[in-house]
T-cell receptor
Framework: NAGVTQTPKFRVLKTGQSMTLLCAQDMNHEYMYWYRQDPGMGLRLIHYSVGEGTTAKGEVPDGYNVSRLKKQNFLLGLESAAPSQTSVYFC?????????????FGPGTRLTVL | DAKTTQPTSMDCAEGRAANLPCNHSTISGNEYVYWYRQIHSQGPQYIIHGLKNNETNEMASLIITEDRKSSTLILPHATLRDTAVYYCIVRVKDSGYALNFGKGTSLLVTP
C-alpha cells in the first residue's frame, strides 16, 4: 500500500515550457486535491476532484489544468510555465463526502521555473 | 469560511507537554477542527480532529472549549521529532472539503 505518490519529485523548467505532474493513490479514494506551497506559507488549493471524470477550481487555479480520467490518478498540467509557478506541489486524497475524512498527502513535487 | 488564529512560533523542552492553542471564533456548529503537521518540507500529516468532544489518539489530544471558539492540541511528551509546523484547520464543505491552511505554528522542541 503505497498511499499517495507523486511524479516527478523535482523538475526545472524554462519559462514557456509545459509539463504534467502525476498524482496516484491506491486507497480507492473518491476525492483528490492539488495544492501549492510557497516559501513560508501554508498550502493553497489549486484544483480538486470529487470523483472520476470531475474537476473543479480551487483558490488559485489560473495557469493550471487538471484531469481525472481514472479514479486513482489526478494530473496537474502547466501549459506555459511562468516563474510565479515556482513552488512545491502537493497532492492529497480522501475517502468521500463525509467531512470528517482525513486527507492523505503525497511527498510533493519541487518545481523551479527559470 | 471559519478562520483560525495561531501563534507564529512556540518552544518546548523535550519530554514536556507541548500545548498549541488555536482560536476559531467564527466556527459553525457542524464544522470540524482538524490538526495537521508538516515536518520540514514533507507532505502534511494528519494528527487529530474533533467536533465538540475532546479527542485523544496515539499522537495527541485535542481539547475543544465548550463554546467551540478555541481548541488546544496537546503533545503529551514532546520529542525532537515533533519539531514541525502545526496547522489548525476548520474544514468546511466548500471546495470538496479541502483544507484551508494558514501559516500555522512553528514548534521547536529543544533538548
Amino acid at each position: 500500500n503505497a498511499g499517495v505518490t507523486q511524479t516527478p519529485k523535482f523538475r526545472v523548467l524554462k519559462t514557456g515550457q509545459s509539463m504534467t505532474l502525476l498524482c496516484a493513490q491506491d486507497m480507492n479514494h473518491e476525492y483528490m486535491y492539488w495544492y501549492r506551497q510557497d516559501p513560508g506559507m501554508g498550502l493553497r488549493l489549486i484544483h480538486y476532484s470529487v470523483g472520476e471524470g470531475t474537476t473543479a477550481k480551487g483558490e488559485v487555479p489560473d495557469g493550471y489544468n487538471v484531469s481525472r480520467l481514472k479514479k486513482q490518478n489526478f494530473l496537474l498540467g502547466l501549459e506555459s510555465a511562468a516563474p510565479s509557478q515556482t513552488s512545491v506541489y502537493f497532492c492529497a486524497s480522501s475517502r468521500g463526502r463525509r467531512e470528517e475524512n482525513e486527507q492523505f498527502f503525497g511527498p510533493g513535487t519541487r518545481l523551479t521555473v527559470l | 469560511d471559519a478562520k483560525t488564529t495561531q501563534p507564529t512560533s512556540m518552544d518546548c523542552a523535550e519530554g514536556r507537554a507541548a500545548n498549541l492553542p488555536c482560536n476559531h471564533s467564527t466556527i459553525s456548529g457542524n464544522e470540524y477542527v482538524y490538526w495537521y503537521r508538516q515536518i520540514h518540507s514533507q507532505g502534511p500529516q494528519y494528527i487529530i480532529h474533533g467536533l465538540k468532544n475532546n479527542e485523544t489518539n496515539e499522537m495527541a489530544s485535542l481539547i475543544i472549549t465548550e463554546d467551540r471558539k478555541s481548541s488546544t492540541l496537546i503533545l503529551p511528551h514532546a520529542t525532537l521529532r515533533d519539531t514541525a509546523v502545526y496547522y489548525c484547520i476548520v474544514r468546511v464543505k466548500d471546495s470538496g472539503y479541502a483544507l484551508n491552511f494558514g501559516k500555522g505554528t512553528s514548534l521547536l522542541v529543544t533538548p
